[in-house]
């Protein structure tokens, strides 16, 4: 019986070994990881840009669909965007404060968490936070 199983296995074995170096690249190809991390401003494997590779949107394009409902226009005491006086104390808390209000809304007032867009990333909202502060300096 083991002799059966080794006579059987023993093909096998010998194809696992016969691999030439460009099989086994198209393997470790083939079995690489779904994604692999790529810092913003890095090239990455497809091309492109980070931001262009998690296919994620920009600051202005999250802005213009989740933010600018109330940062326009100032509804509901939001600041505005460019209103330099109405940011300047907030910009003072620094950026990872603003991000977490962005992120996580600010209790008890309409700023909710992430400006209600549910399907906005973290670094999506981020992004759209960076926008915001740019244009309110
Ligand atoms: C429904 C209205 C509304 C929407 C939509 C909204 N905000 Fe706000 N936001 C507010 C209000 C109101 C405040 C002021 C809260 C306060 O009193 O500090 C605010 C404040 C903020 C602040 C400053 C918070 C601080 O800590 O000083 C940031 C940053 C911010 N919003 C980001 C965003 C982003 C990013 C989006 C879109 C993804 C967004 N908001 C969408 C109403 C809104």
Redesign the pocket.
Known sequence: MRLFFILMLAPLAAVALDLTDQQRADIEARIQPFSAVCVQGETCGGGGDAVAASAGRSGED??N???????SAG?????KVGDQVA?A??IG?GMD???????N??A?????A????VD?SDD???L??D???DGSR
């Open positions: 999250v802005y669909a989740a933010c600018m409902a109330c940062h509804i509901a005491g939001a600041p940011w104390g907030r808390k404060a603003l991000y977490d209000s962005g992120i809304g600010v008890g007032t309409g700023m909710i992430r400006g209600g867009c906005c999506e909202i981020r759209a936070v926008f915001m502060v």
